[in-house]
């Protein structure tokens, strides 16, 4: 079974920095690229930030662009964001997802239960 | 500010057909497969329905889905009080070069 498991919540004050994981486990990690999408409190959904099974390729929303960092650790089956210069605006829910393809973002086909990221002074 | 836009809400009786739509645009919708999520009140989404209507095991036909142009749909048939959730379509967008989610749609069944 398929399984992700974020961790990392916390509460941070704006410019400040954050790192978030997500523990895979029940398929073969380095064979499938991995998401990050937020969920604001009452809106919809964002995606963040994408990276490739080899992660040789990683890919930003602008909204994050030169603030997030997307990397993995295929050895421990594990995917991170580096999140930096935090804004109010990024508070949200943060959920790791597995895509269906080996290299580019196309189907999420499952998804962590999220950890929570609250930016505020 | 989403480069995709889903009507906010749709609703309908017990057994009805409700259709979502989906509006983009020639960089995303039309020349990207579209995918559907649903999402229950405090829970992560789910896949729901993809390309040429694939569904993951235990989705039901009675979800479908379809795509014109720069526009696609989802359509619930037969509609059931479960079916009550969020809806969003999302497909990648070869200009942002980044993976776009409609604005959603809350469908309540009455």
């Known amino acids: 079974e398929v399984q992700l498991l974020e961790s990392g919540e916390g509460l941070v004050q704006p410019g400040g920095s954050l790192r978030l994981s997500c523990a895979a486990s029940?398929?073969?990690?380095?064979?499938?690229?991995m998401s990050w999408v937020r969920q604001a409190p009452g809106k919809g959904l964002e995606w963040v930030s994408g990276?490739?099974?080899?992660?040789?390729?990683?890919y930003y929303a602008d909204s994050v662009k030169g603030r997030f960092a997307i990397y993995r650790d295929n050895s421990k089956n594990t995917m991170y964001l580096q999140m930096s210069s935090l804004r109010a605006e990024d508070t949200a829910v943060y959920y790791c997802?597995?895509?269906?393809?080996?290299?580019?973002?196309?189907?999420?086909?499952?998804w962590g239960q999220g950890t929570l990221v609250t930016v505020s002074a | 500010q989403s480069v995709v836009t889903q009507s906010p809400s749709a609703s309908g009786t017990p057994g009805q057909r409700v259709t979502i739509s989906c509006s983009g645009s020639?960089?995303?919708?039309?020349?990207?497969?579209v995918i559907w999520y649903q999402q229950f009140p405090g829970t992560a989404p789910i896949l729901l329905i993809y390309?040429?209507?694939q569904r993951p095991s235990g989705v039901p036909d009675r979800f479908s889905v379809s795509k014109s142009g720069t526009s696609a749909s989802l359509a619930i048939s037969g509609l059931r009080s479960e079916d009550e959730a969020d809806y969003y379509c999302?497909?990648?967008?070869?200009?942002?070069?980044?993976?776009?989610f409609g604005t959603g749609t809350k469908v309540t069944v009455l």
């Open positions: 997802a597995k895509d269906v393809s080996g290299v580019g973002i196309v189907v999420l086909d499952k």
């Open positions: 990276i490739s099974g080899s992660g040789d390729r990683t």
């Open positions: 390309t040429d209507n």
């Open positions: 999302a497909a990648w967008d070869d200009s942002l070069n980044a993976y776009v």
């Open positions: 020639s960089s995303n919708i039309g020349s990207n497969s």
């Open positions: 029940g398929f073969t990690f380095s064979n499938f690229a």
